[in-house]
């Protein structure tokens, strides 16, 4: 999962050598935390958090296929 945002994120952003990702997991959810150049948080996030909800139903899209029964919530916290 961290791969696939990861490959995404590099696409979009201006440094994507400075991206990095955590994940955080418990029964109910899946957290991403997110690192990255300051001057790439407004391409990451979006104009309203557009393209930050899009990449998180990419996310919950892709645990579904990968796991068919999965009902956990998926966030992706950005942070500098």
């Given amino acids: 999962m961290e791969t696939l945002l990861h490959d995404i994120l590099s696409k979009i952003v201006d440094h994507p050598d ?3 990702l955590t994940r955080e997991e418990d029964d109910f959810t899946i957290r991403i935390n997110l690192t990255a150049h300051e001057d ?25 296929k990968m796991n ?13």
């Fill in 40 to 64: 790439d948080y407004p391409k990451i996030i979006g104009k309203n958090g557009s393209t930050i909800k899009a990449l998180t139903e990419i996310l919950r899209l892709y645990d579904i």
């Fill in 18 to 20: 400075s991206i990095s």
């Fill in 68 to 80: 068919k029964d999965s009902q956990k919530k998926i966030f992706i916290n950005a942070a500098s």
